[in-house]
């Protein structure tokens, strides 16, 4: 599956990917061609992903073949133990949370979910979290305190889900309490917004000493649609919305929203899993390598400190 402005950059990928099995049948008489066409495929890409405008970037996040969180963890982390359940109503699949390996160094991992097929889907929610998966994560969080273990989050997430029974089980309160224990953790913490990132539903998860995006992620207090509707009570005006929101990993690294940008192999994430992985994990090494310098007073303060720069405020 492939977006109508990759529809050119498909073509050659699938020669590509026909030329790779051949030549793995043992016709080496096709290796020139293949070396040819994936320069072409490596230049197309640098020509398309370089001209997007924002509303292409929101597609681009949200694509269907798009890494997820469990792709990442199964790409990054050995040995992850995922943990279920709040301790209070039930166990929400549309954040994965638990332990696992970063190298030697024992990490709390905790991320959303979407899904790939549409089982996968509708048994994640779309990644749209419920309550419970807020105390879920929030639970997680404190487990990674109390055993001096740094903290990684995966935000992909339309938003906290909207539900009635999700607001009468206590969701603006599941999202607040979730803000002020990550923003208070005695551990390192990074958060990276490896697709999309929505409203308070994303936020929650993205309270930590450093924020990354991945390059063609987003990342805005609405969706452009939602904007589009409030603004000007139109859903086609979705292009203008998504330039005005600034939701981009350029605009959010220029407003001091995010700390870096992580480059995405080829224009996008979705052509080559594997080498985003390597990518991410080695600014997940980088960030981790800076922060075990603090202390825990120091790696509060330090959290503290990014967040107040943060837009325009008067004290009284």
């Not at 293949?34 to 495929?41: A, D, H, N, V, Y």
């Not at 798009?66 to 359940?85: A, M, Q, S, V």
């Not at 549409?118 to 419920?130: D, L």
């Not at 594997?274 to 981790?288: C, E, H, N």
Request: net charge positive.
């Amino acid at each position: 599956m492939h977006l109508e402005f990759e529809k050119e950059l498909y073509e050659i990928y699938q020669k590509v990917e026909q030329l790779k099995r051949l030549y793995s049948l043992g016709e080496k008489d096709k290796q020139k061609e293949l070396r040819r066409l994936q320069r072409e495929f490596k230049k197309k890409s640098k020509e398309i992903y370089s001209k997007l405008d924002p509303w292409e970037r929101v597609l681009l996040a949200r694509h269907p073949q798009r890494p997820r969180t469990i792709d990442y963890i199964n790409l990054i982390f050995k040995n992850f133990l995922e943990l279920h359940g709040d301790r209070c109503f039930g166990d929400d699949k549309s954040i994965i949370a638990g332990f696992g390996y970063l190298d030697n160094m024992p990490i709390a991992i905790i991320g959303q979910e979407k899904g790939k097929s549409t089982k996968e889907k509708m048994e994640r929610n779309f990644g749209m979290p419920h309550p419970e998966g807020y105390r879920k994560a929030i639970r997680i969080a404190k487990l990674a305190e109390k055993y001096n273990m740094p903290l990684i989050t995966f935000i992909d997430t339309p938003g906290a889900y909207p539900g009635i029974g999700a607001e009468e089980r206590g969701q603006s309160q599941a999202i607040a309490q979730s803000l002020y224990v990550f923003g208070y953790l005695k551990v390192p913490s990074l958060a990276v917004v490896i697709g999309e990132g929505g409203s308070g539903g994303a936020l929650a998860l993205g309270v930590a000493n450093r924020v990354f995006m991945m390059e063609n992620a987003i990342y805005s207090v609405i969706s452009p649609e939602g904007c589009a509707a409030i603004l000007w009570k139109d859903q086609s005006k979705v292009k203008e919305a998504s330039k005005a929101l600034k939701l981009t990993s350029q605009d959010l690294l220029q407003l001091g929203v995010i700390d870096a940008i992580i480059p995405e192999p080829f224009g996008g994430a979705h052509w080559d899993p594997k080498r985003s992985a390597r990518i991410l994990k080695y600014f997940l090494r980088k960030g981790l390598r800076e922060l075990l310098k603090l202390s825990p007073e120091e790696l509060v303060e330090d959290r503290i400190r990014k967040f107040e720069k943060m837009g325009a405020y008067i004290e009284l």
